[in-house]
Structure formats: C-alpha cells, structure tokens
C-alpha cells in the first residue's frame, strides 16, 4: 500500500490491482454474482434479405395495426433496468432535488459499503496521516473505482494537503468530492447537442449496447422522457436478430405511448431505418431512437451492420446519426469499463453514456472509472424498474450521493 503525499507515487500496479481485486471480490455482497469476462457483443451477422412492408406497431391513432404480441415477450431481458435521461438541458431546482433524491436512493447499495468505509477512516481520527490516505485509497478500490481512478482523487486530495487546504481529517470527504466532480465532468466537452437543443428534425439516435444490459427498455424510458418535454419521438425496431426483440420494443412503446415502426424478424435493420426515418417525416415527428442488435459476432459485422444503418440514415436525414449513445449494465463493475472501451475503439461518434441498473449494485464507483477512461459525458442513470425511473446524471449530485454528503455540500 502506497503512501500518497508523504513518498513515492508510485508501486507495483500489478500487484496492487490483483490486491483490489482479491478485496472487492472478498466484499462481494451475498447474493449479487461477481462479474464474469466481458460480454463482448457476439453472434450477429447482418441479414441481407430485405424485410417485409413497414409496420407501425403502436400507432398514436391507436389503429392497433401492428403485430400480435404473446405475453412471454414481457419477460425478455427482464430485470432491473436502465434509466436517465435529459439531453444535456439544464433541470429546474425542483426537477434538480428530485433527481438528486432519486440518486441517494438509487446509490443505496454502493453509498452504504463506502460511507461505512469512511467513517471507520475519520471517526476518532485527530490528523491527517499516510495510514489515512492508505485506507480512503482501498474505500473506494472496494466502491468499484478503478486503481488508476484512485490514484487521481487521493494524489488530487495529497495536493490539497501539500497546499494546506485540509487540516481536518473530516473535511478530507470534500477534497474527495471535488476531485470526484473534475473527473465525473471530464467528457462535458464531447456531448453533442440533444434533441431539445439541435433544429434537427427528424433527430435520429442510435443506441448500442451488448444484449442483457436493459437497452429495449433505456428506449422506453428516454422516449417517456422526452414525450413528457414536448418532443415527439418513434421506436425504430432494427434488432431484426433477437428473438422477441421486436415484440418487446413494441410493448414498451405502448407503455410509453409512442410509435414503433417494425419490420419481420431476420429483415434488414438499415430498412427499417429508412422506414423509421420516412415515418417521422411524414408524421412530423421530431425524432427517431434506433433500438440496434446487440449481439453482434464479430467487430467486422458490428462495423458493417452499424456503418450501413449510419449511411442509410445519412441519405435520409442530414448529419445524422446525431447522437449514439452507449448503454452499460453498472452491476457488471469493471467489466463494464472493458465493454465501454471496446465499444469506443469499434465505433466513431459515441456522444454518451447510459448506465443502467444502478440501484442493483454496490459497484457504482465504476461510474466514476468510466468518465475517467473514456471522456464520454455520461447522460443517464437508471435507478429503477419503472418507465420514469430514469434521470440525467450530474455530476455534483453523484459526488454528494455516492459520499453520503448533503445537497451542495461544500468545506466549512
């Protein structure tokens, strides 16, 4: 174990992260599975017969044209799932206590196991020593923060010290938070307009993800989401792989109360595109969400099929796609951060990030390793299983809900 700000910043990071991870491991909560190797995306290759006519399968008319659904497809990809969303537009105060409340709630699992850590460091303590930093150090590596992220907040907090803003060891959580805060908005400089913000019409949004992660439903929640801001979206079923996966999305956009266009199972998801972004023209709608396969084989197939979906929806609306965003499952931890960082080398223009099921982990220090390593702004958290349980992710609200600190918390 390193001492920061007293001597050499550097150690064996090998031996350092079999330790923390020999520890995270040994504090795994009873019940929750330890992640397994990433799920990288696999099993796809793009269909090359064009599909069947459009189907608009949950008509705002409520023409009931679209397929038949058999209850069994609710229970695909069943489980906590995602949330969050606001399209980088600034929230009222009272939205912004809400959101800040459903965060606390939603960062239960991962506040509890660190605020315990914490106050075992500070209770009692009169000084701020090396044995101090060691443990906040090994606090967070047991949140799920990765070792790398670690280094950063404690050498940040060892250079609050050098400076001689901290003299208290209880006020060491606030240089904690600020370090927090620099690095959570370390990807602000990346996010793209969001559809409340573009002129862009229609919008176009693709979504990517591995299957498992809650992606069908992140959909319907961002589509609730912005039907209740003014904004008139439709579902683009392009997952012409998964079985049921049309079926699904469809169910979700009748809970939502939008539109899903949809071609048969096996078709062509750039015809569906082309479709979806036909619809929204000759509706008015203002946006299209692109619900893409998520089990995808090989890189070569997941650029292929991805890359013919962006040309098609190019032709067919200037500039887009105008957003892509990423969904990653939080319970998975670090293997989370693999999935993330493969999906960036394989893909140009990831604009954001959607982390789901973040109320179903202690391991919600991997936000944090997240926005380090890839500099992509995070968007949305998922807190919940309902359609509206889904928020825009700030970073001070996180800092202060994931330290246990009050709204807005600073030194004094």
Same mark, same amino acid.
């Given at each position: 174990?390193?001492?920061?700000?007293?001597?050499?910043?550097?150690?064996?990071?090998?031996?350092?992260?079999?330790?923390?991870?020999?520890?995270?491991?040994?504090?795994?909560?009873?019940?929750?599975?330890?992640?397994?190797?990433?799920?990288?995306?696999?099993?796809?290759?793009?269909?090359?017969?064009?599909?069947?006519?459009?189907?608009?399968?949950?008509?705002?008319?409520?023409?009931?044209?679209?397929?038949?659904?058999?209850?069994?497809?609710?229970?695909?990809?069943?489980?906590?799932?995602?949330?969050?969303?606001?399209?980088?537009?600034?929230?009222?105060?009272?939205?912004?206590?809400?959101?800040?409340?459903?965060?606390?709630?939603?960062?239960?699992?991962?506040?509890?196991?660190?605020?315990?850590?914490?106050?075992?460091?500070?209770?009692?303590?009169?000084?701020?020593?090396?044995?101090?930093?060691?443990?906040?150090?090994?606090?967070?590596?047991?949140?799920?923060?990765?070792?790398?992220?670690?280094?950063?907040?404690?050498?940040?907090?060892?250079?609050? !010290?050098?400076?001689? @803003?901290?003299?208290?060891?209880?006020? #060491?959580?606030? =240089?904690?938070? $600020?370090?927090? &805060? *620099?690095? !959570?908005?370390?990807? @602000?400089?990346?996010?793209?307009?969001? #559809?409340?913000? =573009?002129?862009? $019409?229609?919008? &176009? *949004?693709?979504?990517?993800?591995?299957?498992?992660?809650?992606?069908?439903?992140?959909?319907?929640?961002?589509? $609730?989401?912005? &039907?209740?801001?003014?904004?008139?979206?439709?579902?683009?079923?392009?997952?012409?792989?998964?079985?049921?996966?049309?079926?699904?999305?469809?169910?979700?956009?009748?809970?939502?109360?939008?539109?899903?266009?949809?071609?048969?199972?096996?078709?062509?998801?750039?015809?569906?595109?082309?479709?979806?972004?036909?619809?929204?023209?000759?509706?008015?709608?203002?946006?299209?969400?692109?619900?893409?396969?998520?089990?995808?084989?090989?890189?070569?197939?997941?650029?292929?099929?991805?890359?013919?979906?962006?040309?098609?929806?190019?032709?067919?609306?200037?500039?887009?796609?105008?957003?892509?965003?990423?969904?990653?499952?939080?319970?998975?931890?670090?293997?989370?951060?693999?999935?993330?960082?493969?999906?960036?080398?394989?893909?140009?223009?990831?604009?954001?990030?959607?982390?789901?099921?973040?109320?179903?982990?202690?391991?919600?220090?991997?936000?944090?390793?997240?926005?380090?390593?890839?500099?992509?702004?995070?968007?949305?958290?998922?807190?919940?299983?309902?359609?509206?349980?889904?928020?825009?992710?700030?970073?001070?609200?996180?800092?202060?809900?994931?330290?246990?600190?009050?709204?807005?918390?600073?030194?004094?």
């Amino acid at each position: 174990m390193r001492f920061f700000g007293f001597g050499s910043k550097k150690g064996k990071r090998g031996d350092k992260a079999a330790e923390a991870n020999a520890r995270r491991q040994a504090s795994q909560p009873e019940g929750e599975e330890s992640a397994g190797a990433p799920a990288a995306p696999d099993g796809h290759v793009a269909p090359t017969k064009d599909s069947a006519p459009i189907k608009d399968s949950a008509s705002s008319s409520g023409s009931g044209n679209g397929p038949a659904i058999s209850k069994s497809a609710e229970d695909v990809d069943r489980g906590p799932e995602p949330e969050g969303t606001n399209g980088g537009q600034g929230e009222s105060t009272t939205s912004k206590r809400q959101t800040r409340g459903r965060l606390v709630k939603g960062l239960f699992k991962t506040r509890e196991r660190l605020s315990a850590s914490l106050g075992r460091i500070f209770l009692g303590a009169k000084h701020i020593s090396p044995e101090l930093l060691n443990q906040l150090e090994e606090a967070l590596i047991l949140a799920d923060v990765g070792v790398d992220t670690v280094d950063k907040v404690v050498s940040s907090v060892s250079e609050d !010290l050098k400076r001689r @803003e901290l003299t208290k060891p209880d006020v #060491v959580k606030f =240089s904690v938070k $600020r370090a927090l &805060v *620099s690095i !959570l908005s370390s990807g @602000e400089s990346r996010r793209a307009p969001s #559809v409340l913000e =573009s002129q862009q $019409r229609p919008f &176009v *949004s693709l979504v990517v993800g591995v299957n498992g992660t809650g992606k069908t439903t992140t959909i319907a929640k961002l589509a $609730r989401r912005y &039907v209740q801001q003014g904004i008139t979206p439709i579902l683009v079923a392009a997952d012409t792989f998964r079985a049921a996966a049309i079926e699904q999305l469809t169910i979700w956009g009748e809970r939502a109360g939008v539109d899903v266009i949809a071609h048969k199972q096996g078709g062509s998801p750039a015809a569906v595109v082309f479709d979806g972004i036909a619809a929204a023209r000759s509706r008015g709608a203002d946006m299209v969400i692109v619900d893409t396969a998520g089990r995808l084989q090989t890189k070569k197939n997941l650029m292929a099929e991805l890359a013919k979906v962006s040309r098609v929806a190019a032709a067919n609306a200037p500039g887009a796609p105008h957003e892509t965003l990423l969904v990653l499952d939080a319970t998975l931890g670090q293997n989370a951060v693999s999935q993330a960082k493969q999906f960036n080398d394989w893909l140009d223009g990831i604009t954001g990030i959607v982390l789901t099921k973040i109320d179903g982990t202690a391991k919600g220090g991997v936000v944090v390793t997240i926005a380090d390593e890839l500099s992509i702004p995070i968007l949305f958290l998922g807190t919940g299983e309902k359609i509206d349980d889904l928020v825009e992710f700030q970073p001070e609200a996180f800092a202060d809900a994931l330290l246990g600190l009050s709204s807005g918390a600073i030194e004094g």
